[in-house]
Structures are given as structure tokens and as C-alpha cells.
């Protein structure tokens, strides 16, 4: 079963920076696969952040205005976003995955509260 274990999240004021991680194990390789970061706010739908291909090719949500960088380590199985100028609005629980089509299963999501 592959595991997908999200941190590096917390309380920062806007303004601030944070660098998530995602970590991949198990029986699935995150190694050939377009990885994802999500975010999901209250009350809101589970929206597509950014991209990365294995060889690093990079999308973003149009809504982000290049505050964020997702990248990635393949020897690691790691993926991670950087998020500088951070605003309130990028509050909400942040998820890896495999894109488009998800693993089985979930992480926990690693929280992200900006202060105004």
C-alpha cells in the first residue's frame, strides 16, 4: 500500500514562507508519475495547487500569481512545495498525490493557517 506522509505545515503571518514536504513509500514508486499538491479549505472543495512531472515540469494554479514552486527529489520520493507571500487565503489542509488519477489512499494533510 503506498503511504503519503505531508509536513512541514503551521502557522505563519502573511507574508511569511513555508516549505512543504511529501514523502512516497510503499508498494507504489513515486518514480514515472506526475505528482500533485492539493489544498482544501472549509467548506471548500479539494482544489489542484501545482504539478510536477518526473523530469520537473511545473504547473500552477493561475490563482497562486508564482508565489508557490513545487519540485521534486525522484531518488528521495519526495515532492515539495515552497510558499512564499503567503496570504490568508492559502489557509487549508495541503495533500500529495499522484496526478491525475490519485493513489488509493490519502495522506493526512499537513496544516497551513496564515494570519492576517
Known amino acids: 500500500q503506498v503511504q503519503l506522509v505531508e509536513s512541514g505545515g503551521g502557522l505563519v503571518q502573511a507574508g511569511g514562507s513555508l516549505r512543504l514536504s511529501c514523502t512516497v513509500s510503499?508498494?507504489?514508486?513515486?518514480?514515472?508519475?506526475?505528482m500533485g499538491w492539493y489544498r482544501q479549505a472549509p467548506g471548500k472543495q479539494r482544489e489542484l495547487v501545482a504539478t510536477?512531472?518526473?523530469?520537473?515540469?511545473?504547473t500552477y494554479a493561475s490563482s497562486l500569481k508564482g508565489r508557490f514552486i513545487i519540485s521534486r527529489d525522484n531518488a528521495k520520493n519526495a515532492v515539495y512545495l515552497q510558499m512564499n507571500s503567503l496570504k490568508p487565503e492559502d489557509t487549508a489542509v495541503y495533500y500529495c498525490?499522484?496526478?491525475?488519477?490519485?493513489?488509493?489512499?490519502w495522506g493526512q494533510g499537513t496544516q497551513v493557517t496564515v494570519s492576517s
Open positions: 498525490n499522484s496526478h491525475p488519477l490519485p493513489y488509493d489512499r
Open positions: 510536477i512531472t518526473t523530469d520537473g515540469s511545473t
Open positions: 510503499g508498494t507504489i514508486s513515486q518514480a514515472n508519475r506526475r
